[in-house]
């Protein structure tokens, strides 16, 4: 017999279903600013108590949130033992979120690395800007530590290897309907890559468009319903037009279909110097495309079972002419660079199909499966035009293909009126094949060799694991643990060896990583939990064989088979707050951090021939990183129609490698966002000020670049602090027509973010080149039906 799963709008109810460093400083300013605001937004909540309930709706809203990634199924967030942020579609619509860059504007301890476009086809190895949206930094750490999902399907890795790379930036925010950010690790639940956190994507589904349609006379849904959008985002001149159809064949069967199609040129940024030589710090020209599809279709037999045929794809092609790479005048050298081209070419294509099963009197009460295929492809083309000597012609691929299986079940066991568990348990399986390829011409190098940079890899991981969520009066005591295995075997030397001159090797490993949440419910408006986590993350072929050995390059990448997996301990106190004046979550956290994996680390070498640089991938010893968040909202009541609102979000990291005691440099400055709304039944009106602190000397783990080792050294760029405001305004014209205005840097502020510029010399006559956008406007319709 089959029941349906409730999600519980009762917190206070059981489930009625189934050597360290010596801190970094602030800046005195900004330590003062952040101290005050979270002991003012602490201490204003008890003094509300008694105010009369006129918000009461709000305080129900953010109670009522419900996630998915904590657990794996719905759950209040209330319940949470976790700093999660929940992003839903009205409010990627209003912030005018066009790509992963765009949702972490205002996020407390998070950033998108997105630099210039000034990379190299040929020659020295220069990938800067080459991967567009890197991929996501949580809590300082960035990259692979991340781990992406769509619909629980992992999304594509980074990778970057000389002038090559490859972003995370692989899926159409059009198709999304939510997006809940995790902080902190993720590897019970999710596995190797969710080091740092989580970031998952879910999409809509047919219920979700059918919901808001009007209904009919006789009061029922419609069988048919949609969107339309048409959007102009003024940072990049691009054009996004957008379109959502679904609807009810019978009670059984529901699809959906939305599309997207996105036409842009550059980034903008606010350089000035518009020559075309490497002095060049305005945008290199370039033409993006990016089209996207996601279909839907639904099986719901009964109430009590549901099943989801998905099929998605997405292509992102662009074209870039590399004017900061030409050589300027006069051209002294036969090698002189006169231009370089470079063109990408992505797809990712998901099929997926998942299932739910609500039992009773039964073993189990719930039953999810999900099997999925992925396929991606990236390309890297590229040409360099010399003053007289043959243009040189590189040609680069990754593809990442391969399938998924999770199967999870859950049992509600209830002891009596104050006591209850709700155990779940688990089993994961991934075997994804890993290949890369470098082809191309060059025909001053007789030796030139199409090759692969590591052998086609299998990269397979099977896991269980076991959760129990355990409700006793105010307290909810999550523990649970997961068991994994990975393996990398190398499926062919061909390609690879030779040229290379060691054969790659196979490596396997496992890991057990446990964690330990608890929440406990002061009373009805304060929450107060803490949570205890490992994470871990297994090195992939890329980094334990890759390697690079050329006779006209004097440098040398050497494998390194035997890498250890990253490892962590965290830990983190939080406090949530839901009045009805304001809410909050704030949050403390430590991590220590053990094996972390140093990507092409340089061993010695200096670059010439005779002495080449040596680099290798390797693991370092041991790092701290440490911080807090404070995130939410004051609701200052109505005046006349308008309801006013303030959002807000603090956050601060610092971290040190324990070895030397050093500051690591991965480690973002802090950011404080504060907020002014202005909403009616028509008109939502809101102002963001952010506050992004300096990256001074003192919070690098040096002032100089590594290179060159000895005087004189170049010093690193400091980025200074910068005041930024931004605007947004939608009116609902009607029922159905929606319109959207949103300005960003409405002040015009030349600045800079850290994650875009590390590593970039502090007397480079091009650091303009690495500034955010100036003043950039955004509009947007939106057609409902």
Same mark, same amino acid.
């Given at each position: 017999?089959?029941?349906?799963?409730?999600?519980?709008?009762?917190?206070?109810?059981?489930?009625?279903? /189934?050597?360290?460093?010596?801190?970094?400083?602030?800046?005195?300013?900004?330590? &003062?600013?952040?101290?005050?605001?979270?002991?003012?937004?602490?201490?204003?909540?008890?003094?509300?108590?008694?105010?009369?309930?006129?918000?009461?709706?709000?305080?129900?809203?953010?109670?009522?949130? @419900?996630?998915?990634?904590?657990?794996?199924?719905?759950?209040?967030?209330?319940?949470?033992?976790?700093?999660?942020?929940?992003?839903?579609?009205?409010?990627?619509?209003? =912030?005018? @979120?066009?790509?992963?860059?765009?949702?972490?504007?205002?996020?407390?301890?998070?950033?998108?690395?997105?630099?210039p476009a000034r990379f190299t086809i040929t020659g020295v190895g220069n990938a800067t800007g080459r991967d567009a949206n890197a991929g996501f930094s949580i809590r300082g750490q960035d990259g692979n530590r991340v781990l992406m999902v769509i619909d629980g399907v992992r999304l594509p890795r980074s990778y970057v290897n000389g002038s090559n790379a490859f972003g995370r930036d692989s899926l159409a925010m059009d198709l999304v309907k939510q997006v809940e950010i995790t902080r902190?690790?993720?590897?019970?639940?999710?596995?190797?890559?969710?080091?740092?956190?989580?970031?998952?994507?879910?999409?809509?589904?047919?219920?979700?468009?059918?919901?808001? !349609?009007?209904p009919r006379k006789d009061g029922a849904q419609q069988d048919y319903a949609g969107t339309l959008g048409l959007s102009w985002n003024g940072d990049d001149h691009s054009r996004v037009l957008n379109g959502t159809m679904a609807g009810r064949i019978n009670p059984e069967w529901t699809w959906l279909l939305t599309a997207n199609t996105t036409q842009g040129s550059e980034l903008r940024n606010q350089g000035s110097n518009n020559v075309a030589n490497i002095d060049r710090t305005t945008?290199?020209?370039?033409?993006?495309?990016?089209?996207?599809? *996601?279909? %839907?279709?639904?099986?719901?037999?009964?109430?009590?079972?549901?099943?989801?045929?998905?099929?998605?794809?997405?292509?992102?092609?662009?074209?870039?002419?590399?004017?900061?790479?030409?050589?300027?005048?006069?051209?002294?050298?036969? /090698? +002189?660079?006169?231009?370089?081209?470079?063109?990408?070419?992505?797809?990712?294509?998901?099929?997926?199909?998942?299932?739910?099963?609500?039992?009773?009197?039964?073993?189990?009460?719930?039953?999810?499966?999900?099997?999925?295929?992925?396929?991606?492809? +990236?390309?890297?083309?590229?040409?360099?035009?010399?003053?007289?000597?043959?243009?040189?012609?590189?040609?680069?691929?990754?593809?990442?293909? #391969?399938?998924?299986?999770?199967?999870?079940?859950?049992?509600?066991?209830?002891?009596? $009126?104050?006591w209850a568990q709700r155990w779940s348990m688990g089993f994961d399986y991934a075997n994804l094949k890993v290949s890369n390829f470098f082809n191309g011409v060059d025909p001053s190098n007789a030796d030139f060799v199409p090759r692969k940079y590591f052998p086609d890899t299998r990269d397979s991981s099977k896991a269980v694991f076991l959760q129990d969520e355990i409700f006793a009066g105010k307290w909810i005591i999550t523990p649970g643990i997961r068991f994994d295995h990975f393996?990398?075997?190398?499926?062919?030397?061909?390609?690879?060896?030779?040229?290379?001159?060691?054969?790659?090797? /196979? *490596?396997?490993?496992? &890991?057990?990583?446990?964690?330990?949440?608890?929440?406990?419910?002061?009373?009805?408006?304060?929450?107060?939990?803490?949570?205890? $986590? #490992?994470?871990?993350?297994?090195?992939? !072929?890329?980094?334990?064989?890759?390697?690079?050995?050329?006779?006209?390059?004097?440098?040398?990448?050497?494998?390194?088979?035997?890498?250890?997996?990253?490892?962590?301990?965290?830990?983190?106190?939080?406090?949530?707050?839901?009045?009805?004046?304001?809410?909050?979550? *704030?949050?403390?956290?430590?991590?220590?951090?053990?094996?972390?994996?140093?990507?092409? %680390?340089?061993? #010695?070498?200096?670059?010439?021939?005779?002495?080449?640089?040596?680099?290798?991938?390797?693991?370092?010893?041991?790092?701290?990183?440490?911080?807090?968040?404070?995130?939410?909202?004051?609701?200052?009541?109505?005046? &006349?129609?308008?309801?006013?609102?303030?959002?807000?979000?603090?956050?601060?990291?610092?971290?040190?490698?324990?070895?030397?005691?050093?500051?690591?440099?991965?480690?973002?400055?802090?950011?404080?966002?504060?907020?002014?709304?202005?909403?009616?039944?028509?008109?939502?009106?809101?102002? =963001?000020?952010?506050?992004?602190?300096?990256?001074?000397?003192?919070?690098?783990?040096?002032?100089?670049?590594?290179?060159?080792?000895?005087?004189?050294?170049? %010093?690193?760029?400091?980025?200074?602090?910068?005041?930024?405001?931004?605007?947004?305004?939608?009116?609902?014209?009607?029922?159905?027509?929606? !319109?959207?205005?949103?300005?960003?840097?409405?002040?015009?502020? %030349?600045?800079?973010?850290?994650?875009?510029?590390?590593?970039?010399?502090?007397?480079?006559?091009?650091?303009? !080149?690495?500034?955010?956008?100036?003043?950039?406007?955004?509009?947007?319709?939106?057609?409902?039906?």
């Amino acid at each position: 017999m089959l029941v349906t799963r409730q999600v519980l709008h009762n917190s206070n109810q059981l489930p009625l279903s /189934s050597k360290s460093r010596k801190p970094i400083t602030l800046k005195p300013i900004t330590r &003062a600013l952040q101290s005050a605001f979270v002991l003012a937004t602490i201490c204003l909540a008890p003094a509300i108590q008694a105010q009369n309930k006129q918000n009461d709706a709000a305080s129900i809203d953010h109670k009522q949130t @419900v996630v998915i990634s904590a657990t794996r199924y719905e759950t209040l967030l209330e319940n949470v033992p976790l700093s999660i942020d929940v992003i839903g579609r009205e409010e990627l619509d209003r =912030n005018g @979120v066009a790509d992963i860059r765009d949702i972490a504007r205002n996020l407390a301890n998070i950033e998108v690395k997105r630099a210039p476009a000034r990379f190299t086809i040929t020659g020295v190895g220069n990938a800067t800007g080459r991967d567009a949206n890197a991929g996501f930094s949580i809590r300082g750490q960035d990259g692979n530590r991340v781990l992406m999902v769509i619909d629980g399907v992992r999304l594509p890795r980074s990778y970057v290897n000389g002038s090559n790379a490859f972003g995370r930036d692989s899926l159409a925010m059009d198709l999304v309907k939510q997006v809940e950010i995790t902080r902190g690790p993720a590897s019970v639940l999710y596995g190797s890559d969710g080091l740092a956190g989580l970031v998952n994507f879910i999409t809509m589904n047919p219920d979700d468009v059918l919901r808001q !349609a009007s209904p009919r006379k006789d009061g029922a849904q419609q069988d048919y319903a949609g969107t339309l959008g048409l959007s102009w985002n003024g940072d990049d001149h691009s054009r996004v037009l957008n379109g959502t159809m679904a609807g009810r064949i019978n009670p059984e069967w529901t699809w959906l279909l939305t599309a997207n199609t996105t036409q842009g040129s550059e980034l903008r940024n606010q350089g000035s110097n518009n020559v075309a030589n490497i002095d060049r710090t305005t945008p290199n020209p370039e033409s993006y495309h990016s089209q996207a599809a *996601l279909f %839907k279709l639904a099986y719901r037999p009964n109430s009590l079972q549901q099943h989801s045929l998905t099929a998605e794809w997405v292509h992102k092609t662009s074209e870039i002419e590399l004017l900061s790479s030409r050589a300027k005048l006069p051209l002294t050298s036969a /090698s +002189a660079v006169t231009g370089e081209h470079a063109n990408k070419d992505f797809q990712r294509q998901r099929l997926q199909w998942t299932s739910r099963y609500q039992l009773v009197d039964s073993v189990v009460d719930h039953i999810q499966t999900n099997l999925s295929f992925q396929d991606s492809d +990236a390309q890297d083309n590229g040409v360099t035009h010399r003053n007289t000597l043959a243009d040189r012609v590189r040609l680069v691929s990754y593809q990442e293909r #391969g399938w998924q299986a999770n199967l999870m079940v859950d049992k509600l066991i209830k002891h009596d $009126a104050q006591w209850a568990q709700r155990w779940s348990m688990g089993f994961d399986y991934a075997n994804l094949k890993v290949s890369n390829f470098f082809n191309g011409v060059d025909p001053s190098n007789a030796d030139f060799v199409p090759r692969k940079y590591f052998p086609d890899t299998r990269d397979s991981s099977k896991a269980v694991f076991l959760q129990d969520e355990i409700f006793a009066g105010k307290w909810i005591i999550t523990p649970g643990i997961r068991f994994d295995h990975f393996d990398l075997d190398v499926l062919t030397q061909a390609g690879f060896a030779p040229p290379a001159k060691t054969p790659a090797k /196979s *490596l396997s490993g496992s &890991a057990t990583v446990p964690k330990l949440g608890m929440v406990y419910k002061l009373d009805r408006d304060w929450n107060l939990y803490v949570n205890g $986590a #490992g994470g871990f993350r297994a090195p992939n !072929a890329q980094q334990i064989n890759g390697v690079f050995d050329s006779s006209t390059v004097p440098a040398v990448l050497l494998s390194n088979p035997d890498l250890r997996p990253e490892k962590s301990r965290n830990i983190e106190v939080g406090l949530r707050a839901f009045y009805d004046f304001i809410n909050f979550d *704030l949050a403390a956290f430590r991590g220590q951090y053990r094996d972390l994996i140093y990507d092409k %680390k340089p061993l #010695g070498g200096k670059g010439v021939a005779g002495d080449p640089a040596i680099f290798q991938t390797v693991n370092i010893d041991k790092a701290i990183i440490k911080g807090y968040e404070l995130r939410g909202t004051a609701q200052w009541g109505r005046i &006349a129609a308008f309801e006013i609102s303030s959002p807000f979000a603090v956050g601060h990291t610092q971290g040190w490698d324990e070895t030397t005691h050093l500051p690591l440099n991965s480690i973002n400055p802090n950011k404080v966002v504060m907020g002014l709304r202005v909403k009616s039944a028509d008109l939502d009106l809101q102002l =963001n000020a952010r506050h992004l602190s300096a990256k001074t000397e003192a919070d690098m783990n040096s002032p100089y670049l590594s290179k060159p080792a000895t005087p004189p050294r170049i %010093k690193q760029f400091a980025v200074p602090a910068a005041n930024v405001l931004d605007m947004q305004l939608s009116y609902r014209v009607n029922a159905q027509l929606l !319109a959207r205005v949103s300005i960003e840097n409405l002040g015009n502020k %030349k600045y800079w973010n850290w994650a875009d510029v590390q590593g970039l010399a502090a007397n480079s006559v091009v650091v303009d !080149a690495y500034t955010q956008s100036g003043r950039a406007a955004h509009a947007s319709l939106n057609w409902r039906f």
